[in-house]
């Protein structure tokens, strides 16, 4: 019996830690729309969370452009606007889009010219310390989906 327990115990432990050895954060279907001159421009993308628990984005580089900063697009009836956010919670198990219309990344102050067709890099800091990079197309002004 009591060997038994120590075994439940020990198995308890092991199924625990489990998610320690998830799967990192994923990030895909990653595309910037560049605009032209010094407007700032926009990245979109999936995150998808493998995790049982939910987990923050809490910062995107590029060594592409001098500023990177976590947006969200909030509509009150005919009126858009766009905020600042600290952080975007990926939900476990989940996916959270970032598309035209919602959550975004704003790009400024291009380091070089950034042309259409080419990629860019954005490394995506999580708050577990953790960081991904993905590629990211650059489409064309007129692009509202991927």
Known sequence: MKRTIHTLAA???CVASLDAFAAPPA???C???LLPGNLPSGAYFD???PGSAAIEIESVDSDAFGMAMLHRTQRNGSTSTMEMV????V???G???FAP???HVMLEQPKQPVAIGSTIALTFTFGDGEKTTAQCAVKSPATMVK
């Open 47 to 49: 995150v998808t969370n």
């Open 27 to 29: 990030v895909s279907n």
């Open 91 to 93: 939900p476990a198990n």
């Open 95 to 97: 996916t959270l889009k």
């Open 86 to 89: 600290h952080t975007a919670t």
């Open 31 to 33: 595309w910037v729309r």
């Open 101 to 103: 219309g919602g959550y």
């Open 11 to 13: 198995l308890s432990l």
